[in-house]
């Protein structure tokens, strides 16, 4: 009698947390059947990361890529970096401060680097996320100041304010930044459980945001879109991260993100962070990792238009001897 009971149970909840989840996801993204498999090779991909490094030869070797991470306040920008930097650590790691509420917490502009806890001799590796303040109607990012962050002229922990008044003069500007120093790709961070309404919440902040990317478009900049929080807007996705490339209501998001913001939809990665959990799990590992390769990819595919820049400027030889 209890072994009915029992099954009577799963089969009710089954069908409360994952009831309308199609077999076929929508989104082809890796072997989600063999999640631990798949996440050690993420991992190590990733790890051994080396921008372009299937183009350049041997002695010549670009340092890093700078990733930006550029959105409204409480979009979870900083968590985006301590989700990616917790599964490099192999543990919960938060370093950015982050927030659940809609304030600021981040004043600063940062480039945070990722260490890998899977080695003995632990090195930085070879991408770097850099941190802002996030966007609100009193504080929009100026022309001005978007270009002296995708250039790479503001220094790290340079107090910043989107919409304050920078000066080449000011301590730490770099008048005269090398391609390393540069932008390589911006992740546009929005909160899935806004984007029901992100064309009417602020009209301002939208404006902004697409302003900005005339920018980057201008300087031939990749542009991606991390979709944040999608366990808000899924059940099933709470349940288990895995299960958002077959829920309807993710890929609904992601269409409406991508023709908000004129992107393709490949270039919409949903995205767990970890906010409430106390150890790792699997699929929020593994969506991390994915997202970060698509990002990864745009910067080589970015870094490509500067192929001969590189080959001139990043030979060994040259940087051991100045």
């Not at 767990?272 to 699929?283: F, I, R």
Request: proline share 5%; glycine share 4%.
């Amino acid at each position: 009698m209890h072994t009915v009971n029992i099954y009577s149970v799963e089969e009710k909840m089954s069908q409360i947390d994952f009831d309308g989840l199609p077999e076929t996801p929508w989104g082809k993204t890796c072997n989600w059947n063999n999640t631990f498999e798949t996440l050690a090779e993420l991992k190590d991909e990733l790890e051994n990361f080396e921008p372009m490094g299937d183009l350049l030869a041997g002695e010549v070797h670009f340092p890093q890529v700078n990733i930006l991470l550029f959105g409204c306040v409480g979009a979870g920008k900083s968590s985006v970096f301590n989700t990616i930097n917790s599964v490099f650590r192999g543990k919960i790691f938060n370093v950015a401060l982050a927030s659940c509420a809609e304030h600021v917490v981040t004043t600063k502009f940062t480039k945070y680097r990722v260490m890998s806890g899977s080695s003995t001799l632990p090195m930085p590796l070879k991408f770097r996320l850099c941190d802002m303040r996030g966007l609100d109607e009193e504080h929009l990012m100026t022309k001005e100041n978007m270009r002296y962050i995708l250039e790479g002229s503001i220094a790290d922990r340079f107090p910043f304010d989107p919409s304050g008044n920078i000066s080449v003069d000011m301590p730490g500007f770099k008048k005269h930044p090398g391609l390393d120093e540069k932008i390589h790709c911006v992740a546009l961070v929005q909160d899935a459980s806004m984007v029901d309404t992100l064309q009417v919440l602020s009209p301002e902040v939208t404006k902004n945001i697409k302003e900005m990317q005339t920018v980057m478009n201008s300087l031939d900049i990749p542009q991606v879109v991390i979709l944040s929080k999608i366990d808000s807007i899924c059940e099933a996705t709470k349940q288990d991260a895995a299960n958002a490339f077959r829920s309807a209501k993710v890929e609904k998001c992601v269409a409406i993100v991508s023709e908000v913001l004129g992107l393709p939809k490949n270039m919409v990665f949903p995205m767990k962070n970890y906010e409430n959990e106390c150890q790792l799990d699997p699929s929020i590992d593994t969506m991390a990792l994915l997202t970060l390769k698509g990002i990864l990819n745009n910067c080589d595919a970015h870094l490509f238009n500067h192929y001969d820049e590189i080959v001139k400027k990043y030979a060994v030889a040259e940087r051991r001897n100045p």
